[in-house]
């Protein structure tokens, strides 16, 4: 997989995963016309479309699009059920996700992804496996975390 | 951090894109001033600001400072404060390079902590980042932490991809050693998640380097076979919706096809028992109604059937995925079609599967009129054009011409240039190709390219027998009132050229073609009337009678006082052409222009170019099979030399200029009697004719020894050997008279295109000039009957393809003779046979797969097939014979490398009789385009 990007209807960027070296502007130039082919498609099309040289796997869940690029020999369906696995995922940390979740903790939704790509392949495919090491590093948070005063912590510091 | 979520919801509230801006940049000021403030910020402080940063860089805003702040907080022993800094660098840096050395000392450290999760962290890190500093620190460390006994499986997972990743980015910086072996075990482990991460990294490591890992094949196809036979459960939480391991299963089928079939028996046996049960599964009712099911089922069918079509070789499984796919043609997901037209685009191309595919044509066509998205529509049209062969292509030229009205404006060109590559490669009359690409114009005229509109008129001048009904066809299409432009050019060409082929029809009289053609002059652009200036001055020869005319209109202002140069030219030279130059000169100029030299198919070139590489299914090159095929005895039937000059020869698009074999000359040249095939050589006193000389490179391409030339007077035979890129001639000359030959002289030479191109290729040194008996240095006599010997050093310094000549001078009888003959010298003389075995061809013949490496020809037997005198050719021609490597017993298949002084290419070819149609199909796959198209054109003369 080269890069995976999640965007909302309103064509805002959610998150952007790189798995190849692209200057900031290539990557700029990429979501912004991606966003705007994937938009443009009808409900019921096909979940595939060949886009310059790669192959471009999306499903929109509710307000949120998820949209892969992978290349000319990769499997387009096991792409598809990668964005439902990364879905349940998120489902499952966030109980019954939705687009503010990843909005409000969109470091999270980073490091879930981490755990189960890494290099634009599948690291682990268990649900059970990637949530048991998100859940141990929240506990190493937990114990890290001192209490802030009140002032601080509604960001007036 | 609470500070955090304030920021976002503040962000979310703001009303406009200049709230936002200025809620930002307020907040870049106080961070700004935070971390420049002279008081110290606490970890969690930073933590807060870096997670500020990259929430507004992930905006779309750039960022510019923080980077040092995140560098610290990846430092820290806070876990929390740790992962912070580490996705900040992982998003943000794409290569900085003060910073990367402060970033991989954290790195290291982390990475030597033997903490599992500061490790786990420090990986994610190099495989997100993968920059070429970070490979030169750590490549050579990651694979001792993957096999490392006590590694930790998820440290084993994050070492696995890490290493990948710097594989793809930086693979010179990754050291192959003994891990690589141990990297294949881990196939065999216990845990699924490894195995996973594991078989992505050998994937692409055999991608490279598959000698270095052909054992993970047994252990593949045993891990595959375990999966597919496994009961749903038995995997727990790797089972997804009930399909057993999906993406495990896909990676290792992927895995498979960095390589051949297994040659071991029940190796291959095990395999084809997997294949056979993902397709037995496909056939059972679904063990859940999700979506998600169908799709990893699904998912590993199609990895399944891209194993079965890169294997080729087991008709049975081909026929079986072609079956299915067709299943999947009328299926109510859109995917599923899409996908399905995909993978049949590749069954199209193999032979077991060719004709199984053809039996879906009218699905396919109903998918080009009734399928909603385009995307789906485009994979039909690729498919229809995958699948035509002779016996269809009438109904899918037909067929895309008709969606052509209704096409897509994206994808008009592509259809248009394949409609153009059809109709010319499967024409049975010219009257039907003229027709489609007529049609063609008149549909889409926006979307055809030059190269459409070239290629029609090049095959018009070719082809005596349609000149006249393209003449009559383009007039009756220029009646339209609003034709083409791209008509207009291709009319006023053809009319130019040909347009006497219908002037005595008097609704077609010179006059009113020209007036036809005049009256849509005004309204097209400058390079269509430069053209159509060109077709007046045509007229001007073809009919005198509106000579007055044309001149009136050249005279006038509009073109002799044209504001665009060219045509001003053109108007003012033809005017004053057809004023001054006589009829005959007249008709000397503007003859009707010569056959154009054949050439590869210009609109085969743009699609290749449109699509990239790789892309367009080369129908030729795809289908296998000679052996009882109709379709190539149909194919190449015109070249049959008595016909005039055939179709499909000048229409195939062929990668190299038109082999000399179809030229007339030659053909007549072939009829000489073969015992005296220089008799009238020695009238034409100096250079060769082209003719004869060509019979010297195809009598003597498979031996070495013989006689290379014979007339009343002298006799010249050769013995030569050749080792590695060094050669030797012996050249005799014998004197046949019972008179001295006087002043009699030879050298070796090269005509003019000679000069520039072989001599840097080919050296010859003229060592010894040893003559018999008593001859004199200075003015050296042969006398009658006597032999004298020449030797002549060879050494090949690159590929060539011009042949040297031998000129011989001596006075006889008081004339001068002077005698030119082309020496024997061709590239194959310096093979040296190669044997291997069956696997090593196969996968050297699939490492030469880029389409320039590839030639191919068909051709007519000029000889009886006989199989042990085409052994002999081939062994002759200098190629190792190999047996036992080509499923079909009758192919010959044969392996050698080329030596040159700087380079070798080696070179593997294939030769497939047809008896039935008395045809060859003859492949030459080599490293080197000049090099394979030189050793076809070589070898094909001789069968």
Redesign the interface.
């Known amino acids: 997989m080269q890069f995976m990007l999640l965007f909302s209807r309103q064509g805002k960027l959610r998150l952007q995963k790189w798995y190849v070296p692209l200057s900031d502007k290539e990557r700029k130039k990429i979501s912004r016309d991606l966003v705007q082919t994937i938009l443009a498609r009808k409900p019921k099309m096909c979940s595939f479309l060949e886009w310059r040289d790669l192959k471009i796997v999306y499903k929109r869940y509710a307000s949120l699009y998820f949209c892969c690029a992978v290349e000319d020999q990769d499997n387009e369906l096991i792409t598809l059920e990668i964005i439902h696995r990364y879905v349940e995922l998120l489902d499952k940390y966030f109980g019954s996700v939705c687009e503010l979740d990843i909005i409000f903790n969109f470091e999270k939704a980073y490091f879930i992804l981490d755990e189960f790509l890494l290099g634009g392949e599948a690291q682990e495919t268990s649900k059970k496996n990637v949530l048991k090491a998100i859940e141990q590093a929240d506990l190493l948070q937990e114990e890290a975390e001192v209490p802030r005063s009140v002032l601080e912590e509604i960001g007036l510091t | 951090m ?7 919801s503040d962000i ?1 509230n703001c009303k406009s894109k200049e709230a936002e801006v200025k809620r930002i940049n307020k907040e870049l000021a106080n961070i700004r001033s935070k971390f420049k403030g002279d008081k110290a910020l606490d970890g ?2 930073k933590k807060k600001y870096v ?1 500020k940063l ?2 507004i860089f ?1 905006l ?1 805003h ?1 960022i510019d400072f923080g980077h040092m702040e995140a560098v610290n907080l990846l430092s820290s022993n ?4 740790k ?2 800094g580490y ?1 900040f660098i ?2 943000l840096v ?2 900085n390079s003060d910073l990367i050395s402060l970033i991989n000392n954290g790195i290291k450290n982390d990475l030597a902590s033997r903490n599992p ?1 500061f490790m ?1 962290l420090a ?2 890190c190099i ?2 980042v ?2 070429r500093e970070m490979a030169e620190a750590f490549a050579s460390q990651i694979p001792s932490i993957l096999v490392a006994g006590d590694t930790m499986d ?1 440290v084993k ?2 070492a696995a ?2 290493l ?2 710097l594989n ?2 930086s693979p010179d910086l990754v050291p192959m050693g003994e891990w690589t072996a141990r990297v294949v075990h881990l196939l065999n482990d216990q845990h ?2 490894v195995v ?2 594991a078989t ?1 990294l050998i994937t692409t490591l055999a991608q490279k380097s598959p000698e270095d890992f052909r054992t993970s094949i047994s252990l593949a196809v045993a891990r595959l076979s375990r999966i597919v036979t496994s009961a749903s459960i038995d995997l ?3 089972t ?1 919706y009930f399909v057993a ?4 299963s ?2 290792l089928l ?1 895995l498979l ?1 960095c390589y051949p079939p297994p040659e071991d028996a029940a190796l291959r046996s095990r395999l084809t028992e997997c294949l056979e049960t993902i397709l037995n599964k496909a056939q059972e009712p679904p063990k859940s109604k999700k979506v ?1 099911h169908s ?2 089922k ?3 069918l ?2 399944a059937i ?1 194993l079965i079509i890169h294997h080729d070789s087991e008709p049975t499984l081909l026929v079986r995925a072609c079956n299915q796919l067709g299943q999947f043609l009328q299926h109510r997901e ?2 599923l ?3 399905a037209l995909e993978s049949m685009c590749t069954l199209a191309s193999s032979e077991f599967s060719h004709e199984a595919v053809k039996t879906h044509i009218d699905t396919v066509i109903n998918a080009l009129k009734t399928e ?2 385009v ?2 529509r ?1 994979r039909a049209v690729d498919l229809l054009y995958a699948m035509c062969d002779r016996s269809n292509s009438k109904q899918i030229v037909a067929e895309m011409l008709s969606y052509l009205e209704n096409a897509d404006y994206s994808i008009r060109e592509e259809i248009v240039l394949k409609v153009a590559i059809l109709a010319e490669k499967y024409a049975v009359d010219y009257t039907w190709y003229v027709d489609t690409i007529l049609n063609l114009i008149r549909i889409a005229g926006d979307h055809v390219s030059e190269e459409v509109w070239y290629r029609v008129i090049q095959i018009v001048i070719n082809q005596d027998d349609v000149q006249g009904y393209a003449a009559k066809t383009v007039f009756e299409a220029l009646q339209t009132p609003a034709c083409h432009e791209n008509l207009l050019k291709v009319g006023g060409y053809i009319l130019g050229e040909f347009g006497n082929l219908i002037a005595g029809d008097p609704r077609s009289s010179p006059l009113v073609q020209f007036n036809l053609l005049h009256s849509k002059f005004h309204l097209c652009s400058v390079p269509t009337r430069a053209l159509l200036l060109s077709a007046y001055i045509k007229f001007i020869n073809l009919f005198p009678e509106v000579k007055p005319t044309i001149q009136d209109v050249l005279r006038s202002d509009s073109q002799l006082r044209n504001a665009d140069v060219e045509l001003q030219q053109r108007a003012i030279e033809y005017l004053r052409l057809s004023c001054i130059a006589s009829t005959d000169i007249l008709a000397t100029v503007l003859e009707e222009m010569p056959p154009f030299p054949e050439r590869e198919s210009s609109i085969l070139a743009k699609l290749k170019k449109k699509k ?1 590489p790789g892309k367009v299914p080369d129908m030729d090159e795809a289908r296998w099979n000679v052996n009882g095929n109709t379709e190539h005895s149909e194919n190449t039937e015109p070249t049959n030399k008595s016909s005039p000059p055939s179709l499909v020869a000048d229409l195939l698009p062929t990668n190299r200029p038109r082999p000399a074999s179809y030229s007339p000359t030659i053909l007549s040249a072939g009829n000489m009697a073969p015992s005296h095939p220089f008799t009238d050589l020695l009238n034409m006193n100096s250079s060769p004719a082209a003719g004869a000389s060509l019979l010297v490179d195809v009598l003597f391409v498979c031996k070495n020894n013989g006689v290379i030339f014979e007339n009343q007077l002298l006799q010249i035979g050769l013995k030569s050997e050749y080792r590695q890129n060094l050669g030797r001639i012996y050249v005799f000359y014998g004197n046949k008279t019972s008179s001295q030959f006087l002043s009699f002289s030879s050298s070796v030479t090269s005509s003019d295109t000679l000069k520039t191109h072989i001599l840097p290729l080919l050296r010859l040194l003229l060592t010894d000039l040893s003559l018999n008996v008593h001859t004199m240095p200075v003015d050296p006599t042969v006398e009658g009957g006597a032999q004298l010997q020449q030797i002549l050093n060879i050494e090949c310094l690159s590929d060539f393809s011009d042949t040297p000549v031998l000129n011989v001078q001596f006075r006889y009888g008081g004339t001068l003779q002077n005698i030119a003959v082309k020496l024997p010298v061709m590239l194959n003389k310096f093979f040296q046979p190669t044997e291997m075995t069956s696997e090593d061809f196969f996968q050297r013949w699939k490492q030469l797969g880029v389409p320039q490496q590839e030639v191919q020809t068909i051709f007519k037997a000029q000889h009886p097939m006989d199989t042990d005198v085409t052994n002999a050719k081939i062994l002759g021609f200098g190629v190792a014979l190999l047996s036992g490597v080509d499923p079909n017993p009758a192919n010959f298949v044969g392996a050698g490398v080329i030596h040159t002084k700087n380079t070798q290419v080696g070179c593997l070819l294939r030769l497939e009789p047809n008896p039935q149609a008395e045809m060859y199909r003859l492949t030459l796959r080599t490293s080197r385009e000049s090099v394979s198209q030189r050793l076809c054109d070589l070898l094909s003369e001789q069968f």
């Open positions: 609470r500070g955090l979520a304030v920021f976002i979310r969690y402080s997670c990259l929430f992930l779309g750039d806070k876990y929390t404060e992962q912070i996705l992982s998003v794409n290569s999760t786990n990986l994610h495989a997100n993968g920059s998820s997972q994050s991809l890490c990948l990743r793809r980015t699924l998640g996973t991460a992505s727990q939480d790797y997804y391991a999906p993406w495990l896909v990676k992927r096809q998600q799709n990893a699904n998912a590993v199609f990895e891209a859109t995917n079609r899409y996908l909603r998205d995307s789906v485009q990239g």
